[in-house]
């Protein structure tokens, strides 16, 4: 039986399916997850540790050669979703404060606005783009995690996020990205972990939440599907149309929710307490909201390529 093909064929599968069996045994056998030990390490209380690990391994592979083009369009794309995450988080606090509106709290906005699939944008600028496309995932890819996220909190006020914090969650990254650069052979050793690691955090942060909050959050955790890809899939657009980027189709690739942005609410509520009531449930709006931009996504670029490719032509015919 080739389970992991199946999962794999489920947009976010590797971080939905194990979220959503931690999910099945917490809502029907809790006790099962908390007989202490190594069971309870690993599928209930050890997203955290697993996530640094994630962390580290992610900030490996990144290259510091990657520099001039690829590395511009990189830090266009990653402000973008930075501006646009903390901007749409701001305006639903001062108009609605932390409970926010529609069910979307600023928390569960930002945390999901600001993360982006950087697989399925690499593959998406492969397909549409050229290789100074795909090679700013290298730059994207700081983005993946709570950092952008706490940044933002801490910015804005929203949360009580202290500078140490910001440090503590970057330094798992930095420490991975220099190791990584001394060392080509660290690099390869740690790209498997960058995959591997995802279903291990994921189980845990499911075992925090039950169907009644999965349920609760399915309506509200579409919406913010759509919103992350209309938000900052046109705003990945438009920002590449306005600097005159060859593909600006490809800016749109990052209307997408990252896989590890699921364990942002939890990891923000680890520094402050006061959001710990509403971690679960953005947790689960979010993990929805992978699923959603999974799939509008692809088919907002295509449709983009389309209107681009029809532009070009048009421009090229002759005048009669």
């Given amino acids: 039986m080739r389970l992991l093909k199946i999962v794999k064929r489920v947009p976010g599968g590797l971080m939905v399916i194990p979220l959503l069996l931690g999910a099945t045994i917490n809502t029907l056998f809790p006790q099962a997850l908390e007989i202490g030990g190594f069971t309870t390490h690993l599928w209930k209380t050890g997203a955290l540790p697993i996530l640094a690990v994630f962390l580290f391994a992610n900030g490996a592979q990144i290259s510091a050669k990657q520099v001039g083009l690829p590395l511009y369009k990189g830090a266009v794309l990653t402000l973008v979703k930075f501006l646009i995450g903390a901007g749409a988080g701001i305006i ?40 100074t496309d795909v090679g700013a995932v290298s730059i994207l890819s700081i983005n993946d995690g709570p950092f952008f996220t706490m940044l933002a909190f801490g910015a804005t006020g929203i949360a009580e996020v202290p500078f140490i914090a910001l440090l503590a969650t970057i330094v798992p990254i930095l420490v991975g990205f220099i190791l990584g650069n001394m060392d080509e052979e ?4 740690l790209a498997p972990a960058t995959v591997i690691m995802i279903p291990f955090f994921a189980f845990p942060l499911g075992s925090a939440l039950n169907f009644r909050q999965l349920a609760e959050a399915g309506g509200p955790g579409i919406l913010l599907g759509i919103l992350v890809t209309v938000l900052t899939g046109f705003g990945g657009y438009f920002t ?54 999974a799939i509008l ?4 670029v295509n449709w983009l390529d389309k209107r681009e490719k029809a532009r070009v032509q048009v421009s090229q015919e002759p005048v009669a």
């Fill in 297 to 300: 996504a692809p088919m907002l």
């Fill in 92 to 131: 639903v606090n001062r108009i609605w404060g932390p409970a926010g509106v529609l069910g979307l709290s600023p928390l569960v906005l930002i945390a999901a606005l600001t993360n982006s699939n950087g697989g399925l944008y690499s593959a998406l600028a492969g397909e549409y783009g050229d290789s």
């Fill in 186 to 189: 660290i690099r390869k050793f």
């Fill in 240 to 293: 590449f149309k306005v600097m005159k980027f060859k593909y600006p189709q490809v800016g749109a690739a990052i209307g997408t929710s990252a896989g590890n942005s699921v364990a942002t609410p939890a990891a923000l509520a680890a520094v402050d307490p006061s959001l710990t009531n509403i971690a679960a449930t953005a947790t689960a709006q979010i993990a929805a909201a992978i699923i959603v931009t």
